[in-house]
Every structure is written in C-alpha cells, then in structure tokens.
C-alpha cells in the first residue's frame, strides 16, 4: 500500500491532503497512516507464516491509544516496558495475555501489577530480577512465566546509541553465564520457566548480523528446551527501515524493487531465518517497533523565519527537538519534503527549531527547495520514537496526534492547553 505520496503537487496521507488536517489542526503535526502501520504489521506476520508466530509490538516507539488498537485489531501483542504501557495496552483494547515485560529495571510494584494481568512472560535481565519476580510471584500466590534475555555479543553495525547485544551494553545477561542461570532459576518455585529472549538492537539493515544472533543462539536454545520445556524463542526486534528515500516506502511495487535491491524486506528476513527456527518446534516471538510505525507517521511543522547569515541558510520551523529529539540524540536522518511540491532551487539549508540548545536541528547543510516563510514541510519517517520521546522542554506544550484512515481522518491526541504543562505543580506555601 502507498500511503504518503504527492497527489498533484501536494501531499497526502492515505485519501487526505495534509494541508487539510494542517488547517484543522494547526502543527507542530503529527500524522499517522492506519493502512501503513496495518501493511507492515500484515507484511511481517505474512513472512513468518511458516513458523508458529507471535509478533508483540514494541510499543515504546509509538504508544498512542489508535495506534495500539489498529494493532491489537489484527491480532498483535506488545512488547512493554513499564507499568504505564501495560495500563495502555488494556486501555486501548489489547490483550495483556500477549504482552512480554521487558527491561532492565523492573520494580517490584510493576512486576505485581504485571502479574495480576498475567502477561505472557517476564524477559529478565539480571538474577536479582529473576529473584525480586520469584519473592513477588511468591506474595501473590502466583506462578510467573519468565524468559531470560541473552546477551549474544554479536555486532549489530548501528549506530552505538540503539545497540544492545555486546557486552559493552547493558542489556541482558552474558551467553555464557545463561545455562546456570536458567539452571537457578529452575529452584525458584514460583517461576516457571517459559522461553528465552534476545535482542541485538534497533535500525538494523541488513539480515546479516540476525542470522548470527540466531545461529550462535540455536545450540543453547535447543538445549535449554530439553532441560526446561521451554516454550517460545523470541527473536527480538530491530528489523531496520529506509528513512532515505521516505516517500514510496509501503507501496507494493516499492517492496518488489527493495527485494532486489540492499533493503532489508519481511521476505528477505524470513527466508534467512525460518530454516533456522523451523527445526526448534518453538513458538517464536518477535519484537518489531520501529519496522511496523517508523514510516507510519509524520512531523508536519510550519516555517516561522528564514534567516541567512554569512555562509549559512537556516529555516526555522515551529517544530523543535522536544517534539522530535530523534536527530539531536542520534543524529538520525529524517527526509524533509515540502507538503506543495516546488520547483524552487535546491539550497544548501539548516532546519532547526526554536529551542535554546544548539542540538536542536533537523538537519544542518542538506540542499533542499527554498523554503519562505509561511510554508508547510513534513519530516518523513517519524512514526517511530517520535511523538513517545517529546518533552515540555521549554514549556512547549505537547503536540497534536492525527490518525488516517482512507479519507478518514480523527485527532488521536489532542493539542496540550497550555496550563497542562504546570498542572500539578504549585507554589510552596512558604513563598506565597
Ligand atoms: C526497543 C526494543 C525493541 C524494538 O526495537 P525496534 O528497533 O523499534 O524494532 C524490541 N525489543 C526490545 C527488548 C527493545 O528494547
């Protein structure tokens, strides 16, 4: 499915024109594709058909109510990483039962209420977590299903802020150590001892180093399948997408020509890592988060000023870092198209925001049309870690959230009034 694309000379998102909910909305603008984020959900499970299956969607890359439903509608489960998402998934509809817990610094209060919803295991990171489960569990009268997540030490080759599976992150627990750690947590009677868990890290584009992982993990899986009846393998996420170009990612014509050419496809993925999993007899769990919401959503922001200064051009928009930090944190591309299309001049530009830090810019030197004062541009590719990671940061209030449907459209997130930013503060009685 093609979901953001110029009509004319303008851009749309599914049956709407941007300009449309810009209008309606005002910016800074988030957008989201119901059809894409289905497509990519549908695509991966599709490529996976041939193994006992269950994708739980890392919701922390985009955790709004709509886009848990659209999900949870088709079937998917949720990868969590607090307390806070789990009242989520139930809020929108979602089925704790399909719900792993991840994280390295469950508190005691968290794993209890995970329980009491009985998710569908715990991936442990340490052996005091293993234990703070087992005497949580044990209160409750409860047995908690856990996995254990491994720490392959494979390189994952991206960028050293999102990778996870060295032993210089950390995340998880060493290969090494993982036998006599499944083998103590077989004395803790109020554990029961479900799978095993993995998770090299995010933006990963090629099938590469998940073969690796797979591979280096397949003789401890199998084994500690046999010792523990374990029943699930979860391959974590990663799965990487294409930021550059943005525009037809999601077409079906577009993912004929990615499998032909270096992008990392469901299809490809499956083909290398089904013969593996196959032969487990396992149920594989995978953890996609950027891969199904990355090109799923928009920033639409509007241009405030356009300054030059000596060798400089620098656009200045209305959206800012707290509302898309993704390039100041890790230097992350995001294409930047104008929602008319234009035939100006490609000059080389700065899109930055209005925030008092110097990190606060989209892109620095990058050719693109100029832009005038007035104007609308969208960042492309912002459906993952996008809106989750947005602040009050300079008492800016949060943004607007939008969901499209075909033609349909409806704000899934109103725009934050402004006194909502200081609710809940107030004014010690001593200095009134
Ligand atoms: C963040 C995370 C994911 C999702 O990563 P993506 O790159 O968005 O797919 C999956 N599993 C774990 C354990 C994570 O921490």
């Known amino acids: 499915m093609h979901q953001f694309r110029y009509v004319g000379n303008k851009l749309f998102c599914e049956g709407v024109a941007i300009e449309t909910l810009v209008k309606k909305f005002g910016t800074p603008l988030y957008v989201y594709s119901q059809g894409t984020l289905a497509g990519h959900y549908q695509k991966l ?165 998940f073969e690796q992982a797979v591979r280096k993990m397949l003789p401890l899986v199998t084994k500690l399948k046999a010792r523990h009846a374990l029943e699930f393998f979860s391959i974590g996420g990663g799965l990487g997408i294409v930021y550059k170009p943005a525009l037809a990612s999601g077409s079906e014509a577009w993912w004929k020509t990615a499998a032909a050419k270096n992008i990392l496809t469901p299809q490809k993925y499956a083909d290398r890592l089904l013969p593996l999993l196959q032969p487990l007899g396992m149920k594989i769990l995978m953890e996609p988060g950027r891969f199904i919401s990355g090109n799923a959503g928009i920033l639409v922001t509007h241009v405030e000023y356009v300054k030059r200064t000596g060798r400089k051009n620098f656009v200045i928009v209305d959206a800012a870092m707290n509302d898309l930090i993704r390039p100041a944190f890790y230097e992350a591309y995001h294409e930047i198209l104008p929602l008319a299309k234009k035939n100006a001049p490609a000059i080389s530009s700065d899109v930055v925001g209005g925030v008092c830090e110097s990190g606060d810019y989209f892109c620095k030197d990058r050719p693109l049309p100029k832009f005038v004062a007035g104007e609308h541009l969208a960042l492309m590719s912002a459906g993952a870690y996008g809106f989750v990671m947005a602040s009050n940061y300079n008492s800016r209030p949060l943004t607007c959230e939008v969901l499209v449907h075909g033609k349909k459209f409806a704000a899934v997130r109103e725009r934050q009034a402004m006194k909502e930013i200081w609710s809940g503060e107030q004014v010690a009685d001593w200095l009134k």
């Open 45 to 209: 499970d599709a490529a996976m058909s041939g193994v006992d299956h269950l994708i739980c969607f890392a919701m922390k890359s985009n955790s709004n109510l709509s886009v848990l439903r659209t999900l949870a509608n088709l079937g998917s489960g949720f990868d969590i990483v607090s307390d806070g998402e789990l009242h989520r998934v139930i809020k929108a509809g979602g089925d704790p039962r399909k719900c792993v817990f991840a994280g390295a610094g469950k508190t005691a209060s968290e794993i209890e209420f995970a329980l009491k919803q009985n998710v569908y295991a715990f991936n442990a990171e340490s052996e005091p977590e293993l234990e703070r489960i087992n005497t949580v569990a044990a209160r409750l009268k409860k047995i908690a299903p856990i996995s254990v997540r491994v720490n392959p030490n494979v390189e994952a080759k991206t960028h050293s802020k999102i990778t996870t599976g060295t032993y210089e992150d950390k995340f998880g627990i060493a290969f090494e150590q993982i036998e006599g750690v499944y083998a103590r947590a077989s004395k803790l009677k109020n554990l029961r001892l479900r799978g095993v868990q993995m998770h090299i890290g995010s933006q990963i584009t090629e099938t590469t180093p």
